[in-house]
Nanobody, 120 residues
Framework: VQLQASGGGLVQTGGSLRLSCAAS????????FGWHRQAPGEQRELVAV???????DVRDSLKGRFTISRDNAKSTVYMQMDSVKPEDTAVYFC???????????????WGKGTLVTVSS
């Protein structure tokens, strides 16, 4: 399984960025996916999840700014980041895993991260 994240970079406060995660080695359409991030000196945290059926969940503090989506034809998961803030600076990782009906997400595979830096 390979999960290749891309789209990170330097963005100004208030700007937008779209991250992509291209998956291979799995049957994309039946898998759930997540985006996580780890800021410097902080623990890794789950940012957003999307199920195989397209149901989504975004971390409460990021709702309204971050959106997760998927394109099964391209085997790619996206995360649209709008109105970014300096505290969004982190390495962002995508994962494939299982999203349970109780809202719990268990990642199975991790990709290499992509760095997002938000300048003030």
């Amino acid at each position: 399984v390979q999960l290749q994240a891309s789209g990170g970079g330097l963005v100004q406060t208030g700007g937008s960025l779209r991250l992509s995660c291209a998956a291979s080695g799995i049957t994309f359409s039946v898998n759930d996916f997540g985006w996580h991030r780890q800021a410097p000196g902080e623990q890794r945290e789950l940012v957003a999840v999307i199920s195989s059926s397209g149901s989504t969940d975004v971390r409460d503090s990021l709702k309204g700014r971050f959106t997760i989506s998927r394109d099964n034809a391209k085997s790619t998961v996206y995360m649209q980041m709008d109105s970014v803030k300096p505290e969004d600076t982190a390495v962002y990782f995508c994962t494939s895993g299982r999203y349970y009906s109780n809202g719990y997400y268990a990642p199975n595979y991790w990709g290499k991260g992509t760095l997002v830096t938000v300048s003030s």
